[in-house]
């Protein structure tokens, strides 16, 4: 599979501060990679090197074989970006932001009704940016990132402070755009957003890659308990290990119509989460 990006022992520090330490990791073509972690962590960092919005202290970060802090203006043409205020222009409407970035980017394609269409936005597009709400901002800012139709996409918490309806709106959007085959790096403090969405998920806690892999594959790995939780109808919620024994009682609930629900017991990211680092995720 080729690598879409690549990293290798990097290393950050802002003024003698270790903010990421010896990050080693590769992102597959056409993946949905998902960098969780708490506030803090170094994940917007991470993004700044990556695109060549920051040079990393030591060690090297690839994105499609070419150095990130020596990225072309071609290369730019393949990365599409949605950070936090970044690249919106206030006093601009919809349709402006997303016609002088496309100016800029030397494309007339003029698929902008199309884009505002489906990120939701036809009807506020000659409204001023300073003028929407939050999730309305949001959408632009994915409509911004994706008009170039980028081979990668960086996703900074896209969906952090968001309403119910625009996390599944942006969630569907996403989903749409790794189908065209685009690579997606998205950073997320949202557990069930990276189980969701992402092909692999790793772990960051101050700086450091804790845990890497697909999300049900880490859950069962740190699935020490290995139980059975049952649910019978008359209320009753029991655990049962997993033996010869439980077995038999298991059978004996379903032929006698008593088991209304059974569950393994895995635990989920969040615990898994404060087991490796001994603290809870924010919220
Ligand atoms: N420009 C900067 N100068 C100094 N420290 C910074 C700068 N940017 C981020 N940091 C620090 O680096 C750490 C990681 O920050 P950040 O990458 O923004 O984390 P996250 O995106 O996971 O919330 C934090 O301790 C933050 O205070
Ligand atoms: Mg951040």
Do not use: W
């Not at 009704?113 to 001023?128: H, P, Q």
């Not at 990132?145 to 569907?172: M, Q, V």
């Not at 069962?220 to 655990?239: A, M, S, T, V, W």
Request: hydrophobic share 35%; aromatic share 8%.
């Amino acid at each position: 599979m080729k690598k879409a990006i690549v990293l290798n022992n990097l290393k950050h520090s802002f003024n003698n501060k270790i903010v990421l330490n010896n990050i080693n990791l590769s992102v597959d073509e056409g993946e949905i990679f998902g960098l969780l972690g708490p506030s803090g962590a170094g994940k917007t960092t991470l993004i700044n090197i990556i695109t060549g919005q920051l040079r990393c202290s030591d060690g090297s970060s690839k994105v499609f074989e070419h150095d990130s802090y020596n990225l072309s203006a071609d290369d730019y043409k393949e990365i599409g970006v949605m950070m936090d205020n970044f690249g919106l222009y206030e006093r601009l409407n919809c349709y402006d932001n997303l016609k002088f970035y496309q100016m800029v980017d030397g494309n007339d394609s003029k698929n902008i009704d199309e884009i505002l269409i489906k990120v939701g936005l036809y009807g506020a597009k000659k409204t001023n940016v300073s003028n929407l709400s939050k999730g309305m901002k949001n959408r632009l800012a994915f409509a911004r990132a994706i008009i170039r139709k980028p081979k990668i996409l960086f996703l900074d918490e896209p969906t952090s402070g968001l309403d119910p309806t625009t996390i599944e709106a942006i969630h569907k959007m996403i989903l749409e755009e790794k189908k065209k085959g685009t690579t997606i790096f998205l950073t997320t403090h949202n557990m069930y957003e990276a189980e969701k969405l992402c092909d692999n998920i790793a772990l960051l806690n101050e700086g450091n890659i804790v845990e890497y892999g697909k999300t049900k594959e880490i859950c069962r790995r740190y699935n020490h308990q290995k139980k059975f939780k049952i649910h019978l109808n008359n209320g009753e919620d029991i655990e049962l290990n997993i033996n010869e024994e439980s077995a038999e009682l298991i059978k004996e609930y379903i032929i006698n119509n008593k088991l209304e629900t059974i569950h393994s017991t895995e635990p989920n990211l969040e615990t898994i989460f404060m087991e490796l680092t001994g603290k809870e995720f924010d919220k």
